[in-house]
């Protein structure tokens, strides 16, 4: 069994963990792993320049989360962090308060540069950070060329990074604008894993900064558009809100609704030229299954709260399910 996941950072991460958790059971392989090929495509766009290092918070979220090293109760980062190079380099005068970066995770992005340096495209050099993870998925960047997401406010452009984590999307947005997409490629092997997929699956992640910057790499989204695999998502808002982060701030941005029904609308229905063929909400959001139904969606509302590993499993069950696709 193949499946492709299209991700962000935390949510996809917690789901494919979930996910793997599942197939582990269902399709074991002997040694507590799963026989099923899973691909995950990372989001890039919130990757960055800091101290001289490239800070990519998706891919490491991920490679965390799957290899049994993330700071559980960030959700992201290294467990058992400190931050002794930060402080110091604040003594020169250098680095934000606003963005530390911890001594262990450090040393990842370290590895990454070293790497990158010598002359790596990126997807070699995810490949040679995950091998010491293990995280028991392909790991792949959504392309080799650096993009990097703005925010535009009245003040000016700001790196996503800073919108995000400084002013906590505070500051009002009036757009995104994807520095560098449209000159870049699907990294090697991308295309191929939508094309060969047995099932997509787009989990609760940002709609617009996470997933929306994975299908602006040209060809993505055709490629989505022409697998045969069925692709269901996953809604990131429960009851209008976001499940986590502040993606009602990046939804209000493009003027769409922070309502379930409106994500998968803007997202859009493969039979009209979207990217999805059916969409699970949560319990709270039933009334919008009959109204989606109406319009030719495939859709059913479950509890899709990630609160642990079985529940994150029952989840990525449901969503398998949706499309006739549990194993």
Avoid: K
């Avoid at 699970?280 to 990630?306: I, K, N, S, Y």
């Amino acid at each position: 069994m193949r499946i492709t996941v299209i991700s962000g950072g935390v949510g996809g991460a917690r789901f494919t963990r979930g996910l793997l958790a599942l197939l582990a059971d269902r399709l074991p392989d002997g040694h507590g792993g799963t026989t099923a090929q899973v691909t995950v495509v990372a989001n890039t766009g919130d990757d960055m320049w800091l101290h001289g290092v490239r800070v990519c918070p998706d891919l490491d979220t991920l490679m965390y989360t799957l290899g049994g090293a993330v700071h559980e109760g960030q959700g992201w980062g290294r467990r058992e962090e400190s931050t002794t190079v930060s402080t110091d380099l604040a003594a020169y005068g250098l680095g934000w308060d606003w963005f530390t970066l911890g001594d262990l995770d450090l040393a990842t992005h370290l590895a990454r540069t070293e790497l990158l340096r010598r002359g790596l495209p990126l997807h070699r050099v995810v490949e040679h950070l995950a091998a010491r993870w293990r995280p028991g998925v392909r790991l792949l960047p959504m392309s080799d060329q650096e993009v990097e997401t703005h925010v535009v406010t009245d003040d000016g452009t700001l790196h996503f990074e800073e919108w995000w984590v400084r002013h906590r999307a505070a500051v009002p947005a009036r757009g995104f604008v994807q520095v560098g997409v449209e000159d870049a490629r699907p990294a090697p092997g991308v295309l191929e894993a939508l094309a060969d997929a047995d099932v997509v699956v787009v989990p609760p992640s940002n709609p617009v900064v996470s997933v929306g910057t994975v299908l602006g790499v040209p060809g993505v989204r055709d490629a989505l558009r022409a697998t045969a695999a069925p692709v269901v998502g996953v809604s990131p808002v429960i009851g209008g809100a976001p499940v986590r982060g502040m993606a009602d701030a990046c939804l209000t941005a493009i003027g769409v609704a922070t309502d379930a029904a409106a994500v998968a609308r803007h997202h859009g229905l493969r039979a009209t030229g979207g990217v999805l063929d059916a969409w699970l909400v949560d319990d709270a959001d039933a009334d919008t299954v009959g109204p989606l139904r109406a319009e030719g969606w495939r859709v059913q509302a479950a509890p899709t709260l990630m609160t642990d590993v079985p529940a994150t499993a029952a989840l990525a069950a449901r969503t398998l399910a949706l499309v006739d696709r549990m194993p």
